[in-house]
């Protein structure tokens, strides 16, 4: 199955706020028609809207056997959310959550023991084809219906398949929060700009361009980032005086992001609960 199956049988997605809209942009973008595509939201977005003049299914009954059904509504949502697409368990549909901590055995509750079901961890830069989203299946969920959901999330970057869905928490951990620790990062180096003196637009251009430019070649190096890190660090240079403070065992990002990680990863573990 691949993306003209999903453009054939259709696709419903349950949520389309953040995470959802990142997706379907991706899709579209990717050339899946909008009149393949349902979307269940309560309140749609003026971007939705317009989309049905395109010939986007919005809040309309669902279609009998779509081939995927994207459950992106919050994990407290989910239980409440779920009835609405409550029939396509009958149906060959395969149901992809992206939600983050709530675990396969959960939907298997849901939506019965015979359905298929694929959890994955997508990431926002999705919204510009740049994502990495991971992904595991539960026993009912063929290899056909695997390679299916990744051709669809690959439309919107990176895709990894796992077969351990206990990794699930530190993956969302990492990439899944991962974009907003850097957009994060972005804001206090622009502010750190400011306070050194610089105009607040020339230091909000410096840092995004800078770690844009960072990520860039991070991927498309051959070298690994630490080689990066040091080929920026001149002997008794600015990097080194600047890495003093950053790499501080005690102080410095790496005790900082350990324990970033290790909320996230834990926040998942409990969401699942
Ligand atoms: N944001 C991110 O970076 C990532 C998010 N995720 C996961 O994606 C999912 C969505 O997150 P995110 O997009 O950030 O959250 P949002 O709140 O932005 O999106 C959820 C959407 O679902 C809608 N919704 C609420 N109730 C229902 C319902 N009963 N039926 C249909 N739709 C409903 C919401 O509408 P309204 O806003 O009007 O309530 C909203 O548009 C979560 O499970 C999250 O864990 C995974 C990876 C990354
Ligand atoms: O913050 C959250 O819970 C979601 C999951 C990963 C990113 N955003």
Redesign the pocket.
Known sequence: MSMQSIEARGLVL?????????MLEGWLAQGLSASSITV??????ARLEALQAEGLHLNTPLPKAPAVCL?????Q??A??LP?IGDLAKADTVFL??????SIDWFEGALGRRAPIIRA????PAAVGRGITALVGNAQASEAQMAMAESLLSAVGQTVRIEDETMMDAI?GVS??G??YVFHMIETMAAAGVAEGLPEDLAMQLAKATVAGAGVLAMEADEDPSQLRVNVTSPQGTTAAGLEVLMDHQTGLPPLIKRTVAAAAERSRE?GK
């Not at 269940?40 to 977005?45: K, M, N």
Request: glycine share 12%.
């Open positions: 349950l949520g389309c706020g953040k995470m959802g809209s990142a269940i939201d309560p309140y749609p977005s459950l992106a509504v919050k994990p949502m989910m409440e959310a609405q959550s992206i939600a983050a901590g709530t961890m997508p990431n926002t969302t899944g929060s974009p907003a969401l």
